[in-house]
């Protein structure tokens, strides 16, 4: 299906019109044409959304007396409705393998059972949910969080504990590493592959008919070549897509382009369908050298994201940012994460910020911890709360937030009397104002989920 980019001043993506999408696999609730996801009214979706670390979910505790690695908060009820207030419709939920099959070939249902409630928190909030099988530095018991100690070869020389004071050199370690290098291996001689991919199909199977679940990333940052990566993927997606025919295969390139911003282009389209290219941005944040985020210009941070998309299009799949964020104490980080707005935008990406709530490592939240109490920060809230546009019908122009106005403008051909729907931030319920080629609307913001719907084939600008 052909896609152009067009590079013209103000000008961001030429799209697939809605009535070009019928031979799309129809997963649901939102399925994959190519280029884009759509919902059932073939109208392009843009998700905005977080991720969360949940307590008893992401995998972190031992059972062996050693001290847990780091304090991970629970997700209550009340932080799922406030996620769908501040206009984040979607979580990517981080699960691991290590807590749904701590010994081989036995599932731990009662962990099961603990996702099956975080989704539920999600979906009864009206927010969806994407499942990430998530690692970082391999495994809990040589890194940070992951995969089982009987999933480890060769065998650990050394089993750790927290607290979580020796990160780097967890990440940089011979025996993560090796584990790596043992996993990833093509061909997989050590088996390790088929038994996620075993682990991986039952987890499709069992959230395969739930109504808020989009789809299964499956592997997290993985620390390895793009062709072991590869290889991995298509086998994996394969697993997911016959135990899950319904939902969507997110898939992600190899961690080293969070360093490089990019990795070279696909020669062939991903070959499972409903596939969704799932890479993080991360642009200049973990550089040891720090001058270009303390001398950031808007420019700097746009060729990761035109890169991302390009990379999506030649796998000829949707492009969804799993990961982007910054530290608000960052010098700049204002500037960054409002360009970062306005790239995901202009390039029609969804995203997930980085992270919901969290009292260790970098405590990037949503919310602040000062030991007693979670506070939202208001600048990260800032940062997400926004005027943007989540369901847009016809053939877009042009999708442009603008950072200083923080005003919406999209132009689309051939929405007909298909509606919009764009996000309002609380804060401008009272104030916004939507025109269509220069004609006041009357546009009623929803309370309970700060949308706002609008008919308008031509120009739409909505000012908070």
């Not at 927010?127 to 999933?151: F, N, R, T």
Request: charged residues 25%; aromatic residues 8%.
């Amino acid at each position: 299906m052909a896609r152009t980019l067009l590079l013209g001043a103000g000008v961001a993506l030429g799209l697939i019109a809605c009535g070009d999408n019928a031979a799309a696999p129809r997963t649901a609730p939102l399925y994959a044409d190519g280029p884009h996801l759509r919902d059932d009214r073939g109208r392009i979706a843009l998700l905005r959304g977080v991720n969360a670390r949940v307590e008893g979910v992401f995998d972190v505790t031992f059972d062996d007396g050693r001290v847990p690695l780091e304090d991970i908060p629970p997700l209550t009820a009340a932080d799922c409705a406030r996620m769908r207030a501040l206009g984040l419709d979607v979580l990517r939920l981080p699960i691991n393998w290590s807590g749904i099959e701590p010994e081989r070939d036995v599932y731990d249902e009662a962990y099961l059972q603990a996702v099956d409630a975080a989704i539920d928190c999600a979906g009864d909030a009206g927010v969806l949910v994407l499942v990430d099988l998530h690692q970082d530095a391999y495994s809990k018991e040589i890194g940070e969080d992951g995969a089982p100690l009987w999933a480890i070869q060769p065998p650990p020389d050394m089993l750790l504990e927290g607290p979580l004071d020796d990160l780097e050199a967890r990440r940089g370690s011979a025996q993560v590493a090796r584990a790596f290098e043992t996993f990833f291996a093509i061909g997989d001689p050590s088996g390790l592959q088929a038994e996620f991919r075993d682990m991986l199909a039952m987890v499709a199977a069992r959230w395969a008919e739930h109504p808020a679940v989009i789809g299964f990333e499956l592997y997290n940052e993985p620390v390895i070549g793009q062709p072991e990566v590869d290889a991995f993927s298509f086998e994996a997606a394969a697993a997911v897509r016959a135990a899950a025919p319904r939902k969507l295969v997110f898939f992600e390139p190899t961690a080293v382009r969070n360093l490089f911003d990019f990795v070279p282009e696909a020669d062939a389209p991903f070959p499972v369908s409903g596939a969704v290219y799932a890479p993080h941005i991360y642009t200049y944040v973990f550089g040891a050298n720090q001058t270009p985020i303390e001398q950031l210009e808007p420019e700097d941070l746009e060729p990761s994201m035109r890169n991302a998309r390009a990379e999506a299009d030649a796998w000829e799949t949707p492009l969804f940012i799993g990961e982007f964020g910054i530290g608000p104490d960052t010098v700049n980080s204002d500037l960054w994460m409002n360009v970062q707005a306005e790239l995901h935008d202009k390039y029609l990406a969804g995203d997930a910020f980085w992270v919901w709530k969290e009292s260790s490592q970098a405590s990037w939240g949503v919310h602040d911890w000062d030991g007693t109490t979670w506070t939202e920060r208001p600048q990260v809230v800032a940062w997400l709360s926004r005027v943007s546009a989540r369901r847009i019908a016809g053939e877009v122009i042009e999708n442009r937030w603008d950072r200083t106005t923080r005003a919406l403008r999209l132009e689309v051909e051939g929405a007909g009397d298909v509606p919009h729907e764009v996000y309002v931030p609380e804060d401008a319920a009272a104030t916004l104002v939507a025109r269509c080629d220069g004609e006041t609307l009357a546009a009623a913001r929803d309370a309970a989920t700060g949308l706002i719907s609008v008919v308008c084939d031509g120009v739409l600008e909505v000012e908070p």
